[in-house]
């Protein structure tokens, strides 16, 4: 990959069902797009069409709901950060994203136990619109499906850098913490643009994106050059965080990416998929051949940001205080005030 790349590189994962040896390409080239980019457009997945269809329009039907029916699930009545965000009310690296958005994720009993570390805090159930039933339904369905996919790209990429299959299945074939966003970015630019998602990595270990048929906004960082990566009928976007960069010493990358506002009078909906571990999961370091060791670039971090930390749970603590300070005044003040005491 070079400079000049102009668009996502486009994988297959039905290369894997089509015989040894194009499963052997398919995993090779794997491993070379997420080292080189980070990014990548995937199709082959095996996500029936009437599901995608399905959550695109039931997530319009939960944007069209009245202002009021939203609010009565807003997020500051979690304090798993899960529910309605109003426009403005997350940030990315201290600057205001201009989305509306729910945080859905595994339906779970809160955490009760005394002495429990501080992230399982954010374990616990989530806030559902009594107008819209079928919204629990559609993203459960979605968070399965997606799972399924986003597990067997993370075996596929043990094999490709040299693990043994089942190395990542501890942490995530059971109770992993995933999440689920369901956006609508409303128009902002005119014409020039403004932002929707500041400049930013994932900071947890695997993103799967559905993007709405038609529209762009999505920009990938590589070699200094902002990439467009609108949608792709029948494709994900795919994309690592910081924490399987962890695993794997830097050899896989953890790209910068940004949403830019569309423009004024249109909108566009947004669904990204984070397959993160258990939260007391300290993810596998993979050990690398010298070939791959000896082009493992180290983390790719912001150095002015905290590093990442060895265990999931804390890293996403971390970044829901950070993201949504309204919610943590409200339910982790004890915690704001042990930070700043720090």
Same mark, same amino acid.
């Given at each position: 990959?070079?400079?000049?790349?102009?668009?996502?590189?486009?994988?297959?994962?039905?290369?894997?069902?089509?015989?040894?040896?194009?499963?052997?390409?398919?995993?090779?080239?794997?491993?070379?797009?997420?080292?080189?980019?980070?990014?990548?457009?995937?199709?082959?997945?095996?996500?029936?069409?009437?599901?995608?269809?399905?959550?695109?329009?039931?997530?319009?039907?939960?944007?069209?709901?009245?202002?009021?029916?939203?609010?009565?699930?807003?997020?500051?009545?979690?304090?798993?950060?899960?529910?309605?965000? !109003?426009? #403005? *009310?997350? +940030? %990315?690296?201290?600057? /205001?994203?201009?989305?509306?958005?729910?945080?859905?994720?595994?339906?779970?009993?809160a955490v009760t136990a005394e002495g429990a570390a501080d992230y399982w805090r954010l374990e616990g159930p989530n806030l559902w619109p009594e107008q819209l039933p079928e919204l629990q339904q559609v993203a459960t369905r979605w968070m399965n499906e997606l799972g399924a996919v986003a597990l067997r790209l993370l075996r596929t990429w043990a094999q490709a850098l040299g693990a043994p299959d089942d190395v990542f299945d501890e942490a995530f074939a059971e109770d992993p913490f995933s999440l689920l966003k369901i956006v609508r970015y409303p128009g902002e630019s005119n014409p020039e643009p403004k932002q929707g998602v500041g400049a930013h !990595?994932? #900071? *947890?270990? +695997? %993103?799967?994106?559905? /993007?709405?048929?038609?529209?762009?906004?999505?920009?990938?960082?590589?070699?200094?050059?902002?990439?467009?990566?609108?949608?792709?009928?029948?494709?994900?976007?795919?994309?690592?965080?910081?924490?399987?960069?962890?695993?794997?010493?830097?050899?896989?990358?953890?790209?910068?990416?940004?949403?830019?506002?569309?423009?004024?009078?249109?909108?566009?909906?947004?669904?990204?998929?984070?397959?993160?571990?258990?939260?007391?999961?300290?993810?596998?370091?993979?050990?690398?051949?010298?070939?791959?060791?000896?082009?493992?670039?180290?983390?790719?971090?912001?150095?002015?940001?905290?590093?990442?930390?060895?265990?999931?749970?804390?890293?996403?603590?971390?970044?829901? +205080?950070?993201?949504?300070?309204?919610?943590?005044?409200?339910?982790?003040?004890?915690?704001?005030?042990?930070?700043?005491?720090?």
């Amino acid at each position: 990959m070079t400079s000049s790349l102009d668009s996502l590189p486009i994988l297959d994962l039905s290369r894997l069902d089509a015989g040894p040896d194009e499963a052997d390409a398919f995993r090779a080239e794997l491993r070379q797009v997420t080292h080189d980019v980070g990014f990548f457009y995937l199709v082959g997945h095996g996500v029936p069409q009437d599901l995608i269809d399905e959550v695109l329009a039931v997530s319009r039907r939960f944007f069209d709901l009245p202002e009021e029916q939203k609010l009565a699930i807003e997020n500051t009545g979690s304090a798993q950060f899960r529910g309605y965000t !109003r426009v #403005g *009310g997350e +940030l %990315t690296h201290g600057d /205001v994203d201009w989305r509306e958005q729910i945080d859905i994720g595994v339906e779970r009993d809160a955490v009760t136990a005394e002495g429990a570390a501080d992230y399982w805090r954010l374990e616990g159930p989530n806030l559902w619109p009594e107008q819209l039933p079928e919204l629990q339904q559609v993203a459960t369905r979605w968070m399965n499906e997606l799972g399924a996919v986003a597990l067997r790209l993370l075996r596929t990429w043990a094999q490709a850098l040299g693990a043994p299959d089942d190395v990542f299945d501890e942490a995530f074939a059971e109770d992993p913490f995933s999440l689920l966003k369901i956006v609508r970015y409303p128009g902002e630019s005119n014409p020039e643009p403004k932002q929707g998602v500041g400049a930013h !990595r994932d #900071g *947890g270990v +695997l %993103t799967l994106l559905l /993007v709405e048929p038609g529209k762009g906004g999505l920009q990938v960082e590589h070699e200094g050059e902002w990439i467009e990566a609108p949608s792709v009928s029948g494709a994900f976007v795919v994309n690592i965080g910081e924490m399987f960069e962890l695993a794997t010493g830097g050899y896989l990358k953890a790209t910068l990416h940004r949403v830019i506002s569309p423009i004024i009078g249109t909108d566009r909906i947004s669904i990204p998929f984070f397959f993160n571990p258990k939260l007391d999961t300290v993810m596998p370091q993979l050990p690398l051949s010298p070939e791959l060791a000896a082009e493992a670039r180290g983390l790719s971090v912001d150095p002015t940001n905290s590093p990442i930390l060895d265990t999931y749970g804390d890293n996403a603590l971390r970044y829901r +205080l950070r993201a949504h300070p309204n919610v943590a005044e409200v339910h982790h003040a004890d915690l704001l005030a042990a930070r700043a005491a720090q």
